[in-house]
């Protein structure tokens, strides 16, 4: 019996031992963070979590803050509000619900807080308890605000990425902010419980690049980039679709892909395959009735 548990248990640990150094540098790379100084008035805080801006006024009475992190990463951006604007008014932007993107809320008491117009359940529970937004844009709204002399635009593009999909438009600066609606070099996460839907998320990133005139892009994921990382994450769905019946040419794209990153459990290019075929298979399905 001793003898057996003792096997038992160099296997557990040789499993354990194995599935750690598989995850080990994917989840590194999603909570590994840096900043970035746009400007004097503009910080860019990638990763350990969603990527975020923290936008000041010259004065720095007032400050936007994109998008909260999680965690550890939350705890690092409340340090910076706090050394650079310690005494602005500040507004934040979810650019939706999920944790990584909002569940830094509550580190800015008095804050107020924009996002998508979510069911109240959804957004407590996929913030991580956060409380509920202050301001709630309907798909198709749009609010306008400045922060000093840059004008910003807010505007719900509805459904994509989740139910809800907000982005941010600093007009001087042509800056867009995504939030997840563009992953850059990563596999993006599709979530049916988050109501992620490709083919809207398509139509969505195309209306991006109508509507925009932007230089720069800040992913949700990922590092800053122009404008064509948009046309890129539009391209990834689309090459997929198109190779659903095409094996040859599926694996031609893994291997095109194979330098993405994914966040372990959650996204990859097999994710990403078998969630589009369900997709396509429903949407051929309802078309058929």
Not at 27 to 37: A, D, I, K, Q, W
Not at 117 to 145: C, N
Not at 166 to 189: C, M, Q
């Amino acid at each position: 019996m001793k003898k057996y548990l003792l096997w038992a248990g160099v296997v557990l640990f040789g499993l354990v031992l194995a599935v750690s150094m598989s995850l080990g540098p994917r989840v590194g790379r999603f909570l590994s963070h840096s900043t970035v100084e746009h400007d004097p008035g503009l910080t860019i805080f990638l990763g350990y979590g969603g990527n975020t801006i923290l936008l000041r006024s010259e004065d720095r009475g007032e400050a936007l803050i994109v998008d909260t992190k999680m965690f550890g990463g939350a705890r690092r951006l409340r340090g910076m509000v706090s050394s650079l604007c310690p005494h602005a008014r500040l507004t934040i932007v979810n650019t939706h619900c999920h944790r990584d993107h909002a569940g830094g809320n509550s580190l800015f008491p008095g804050a107020r807080v924009i996002a998508g117009d979510y069911d109240d359940g959804e957004w407590i529970s996929e913030s991580g308890g956060q409380a509920l937004p202050d301001v709630r844009l309907k798909p198709g709204q749009e609010i306008k605000l400045r922060i000093g002399k840059e004008k910003v635009r807010i505007k719900n593009y509805g459904r994509a990425h989740t139910r809800n999909d907000t982005v941010v438009y600093l007009e001087s600066r042509k800056i867009l902010v995504t939030g997840d609606l563009v992953f850059n070099k990563w596999h993006p996460a599709l979530l049916e419980k988050s109501g992620t839907n490709v083919s809207e998320w398509v139509g969505v990133l195309e209306r991006l690049m109508r509507d925009y005139d932007c230089d720069t892009v800040v992913p949700g994921h990922g590092p800053v980039a122009g404008r064509q990382v948009l046309s890129d994450m539009r391209d990834y769905f689309i090459s997929i679709q198109a190779s659903l019946v095409d094996r040859e040419r599926l694996a031609s794209l893994k291997s095109g892909y194979r330098r993405y990153y994914s966040i372990p459990f959650i996204s990859g290019f097999k994710k990403s395959l078998r969630f589009i075929e369900k997709e396509s298979a429903r949407n051929n399905g309802a078309g058929g009735k």
